[in-house]
């Protein structure tokens, strides 16, 4: 939706579909989620002797709002909550999050793998996805 431009914040909206959900992941960064519309899960994680192990789990209902960040933890993995409909929230975050290398996380090892999430918007070219050339500077 939007990117400062010197980086310093973006916000995005995600649109969950039915059973939709994300891999165990981290952010890097600071981050806030409003839940808009139907409802998500998010899983939180923490390590433990170099091991995820799954903390607490909350439900986002519309108004509700979350933190992540690496100081309060930022591994989590996120679910649509509701079964039969979409579910829409709005993500703040303190970068241009489609651009950050960050983690995804084999939850039964802790161990993890590089990846940036880039955009996905059909209908319009993002003019802050710089995914690619971040994935390709980490090799």
């Known amino acids: 939706l939007w990117c400062d431009p010197l980086e310093r914040f973006s916000v995005v909206s995600f ?36 091991r995820l192990v799954a903390g607490g789990e909350a439900l986002l209902i519309p108004g509700a709002v979350d933190a992540v960040s690496p100081r309060i933890g930022d591994i989590h993995a996120v679910a649509n909550a509701v079964p039969d409909r979409a579910s829409i929230s709005i993500h703040v975050y303190g970068a241009n999050i489609g651009a950050v290398a960050r983690h995804v996380f084999d939850p039964q090892t802790g ?29």
């Open 15 to 50: 649109v969950w579909g039915p059973g939709q959900k994300t891999p165990v992941h981290d952010h890097t960064v600071w981050g806030l989620i409003g839940m808009l519309r139907g409802a998500e899960t998010a899983t939180s994680y923490v390590r433990e002797d170099g």
């Open 111 to 139: 161990a993890p793998k590089p990846f940036v999430s880039g955009y996905s918007f059909a209908l319009a070219p993002n003019l802050w996805d710089r995914s690619a050339e971040v994935r390709a500077a980490l090799g």
